[in-house]
């Protein structure tokens, strides 16, 4: 008998993650893990050690964007990184504010979204230097679907290059966090 199962399609999704708050690179490693029991981790970029923005008076992030092929859809993958901030710890408070763990979708397969609780490409991106420079060191030819700019070039642009700091070059080994993710 055929089987009735429907394949979804795969997107590909950049996903940008920091943490501030606690072992920062071991929450970035379980972000990961727990983010590839459901997704296909592709690539990850460096870690970065960056300047806190919007509230000073915090320990210093760690932070990276990697590259995931997925078959959520949008709302579905803010829910799963929404789940897994709580499963670490991450608490509601205010703006900027130092966490454990702070995943973000930046770009989902070139799609434009604007829901009040989900917005594509992340609406502060080209503000922020801490997720423009790990984009563009994994994807410097990806486009910005409103601004048609690329992120090599947005990341060339945008002010506060001088607070990212490569903290491991080459981030962490994706094969090693996806056998921990079983």
Same mark, same amino acid.
């Given at each position: 008998?055929? !089987? +009735?199962?429907?394949?979804?399609?795969?997107?590909?999704? =950049? #996903?940008?993650?920091? !943490?501030?708050?606690?072992?920062?690179?071991?929450?970035?490693?379980?972000?990961?893990?727990?983010? $590839?029991?459901?997704?296909? #981790?592709?690539?990850? $970029? $460096?870690?970065?050690?960056?300047?806190?923005? *919007?509230?000073?008076?915090?320990?210093?992030?760690?932070?990276?964007?990697?590259? /995931? !092929?997925?078959?959520?859809?949008?709302?579905?993958? #803010? =829910?799963? %990184?929404?789940?897994?901030? !709580?499963?670490?710890?991450?608490? @509601?408070?205010? @703006?900027?504010?130092?966490?454990?763990?702070?995943?973000? /979708? #930046?770009?989902?397969?070139? &799609? /434009?979204?604007?829901? &009040?609780?989900?917005? /594509?490409? =992340?609406?502060?991106?080209?503000?922020?230097?801490?997720?423009?420079? @790990?984009?563009?060191?994994?994807?410097?030819?990806?486009?910005?679907?409103?601004?048609?700019?690329?992120? %090599?070039? +947005?990341?060339?642009?945008?002010?506060?290059?001088? *607070?990212?700091?490569?903290?491991?070059?080459?981030?962490?080994?994706?094969?090693?966090?996806?056998?921990?993710?079983?």
């Amino acid at each position: 008998m055929p !089987s +009735l199962e429907v394949k979804r399609k795969l997107s590909t999704v =950049h #996903l940008g993650l920091g !943490s501030n708050l606690g072992n920062r690179e071991e929450n970035l490693i379980q972000a990961l893990a727990l983010l $590839s029991q459901q997704v296909t #981790l592709e690539e990850l $970029s $460096s870690v970065y050690e960056t300047e806190p923005v *919007g509230y000073e008076g915090q320990a210093l992030f760690l932070n990276a964007v990697c590259r /995931i !092929s997925t078959d959520l859809n949008p709302w579905e993958l #803010l =829910h799963l %990184a929404k789940t897994i901030e !709580s499963e670490m710890g991450r608490m @509601p408070s205010f @703006p900027n504010s130092p966490r454990p763990i702070d995943i973000d /979708i #930046l770009f989902y397969d070139g &799609q /434009i979204v604007k829901a &009040q609780n989900l917005t /594509i490409p =992340h609406p502060r991106l080209v503000e922020r230097a801490f997720v423009l420079v @790990p984009l563009a060191e994994i994807a410097p030819e990806l486009i910005h679907p409103e601004l048609g700019k690329t992120a %090599a070039q +947005l990341a060339n642009e945008v002010q506060g290059r001088s *607070g990212v700091r490569k903290w491991k070059l080459g981030g962490f080994d994706v094969l090693a966090i996806r056998r921990r993710a079983l």
